[in-house]
């Protein structure tokens, strides 16, 4: 899998993870790593603090989206 943001750059850089959110790839560049909020099943989509702490991979965007959204429990 190639990382989607070097694409939208026009770049061809070989991913190295999968944004847990979106399901994109990532280059080691693009991926954040940091703990998310836990999903509970489908639609409509629960969030709940991480009680693991455990590091996820997101992309740009999506690490984006999620901190305007204030779905970090432990940030906002
Ligand atoms: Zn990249
Ligand atoms: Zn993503």
Redesign the pocket.
Known sequence: MK?Y??ALEG?D?DAVGICIVCGRG??K??LIHEETPVWEGNYPIQLKPDQEHIKRIVCVPCHIALKENCLFNEVC
Request: glycine share 0%; with cysteine; aromatic share 0%.
């Open positions: 990382c943001e070097c770049k850089t990532v280059c560049e693009h």
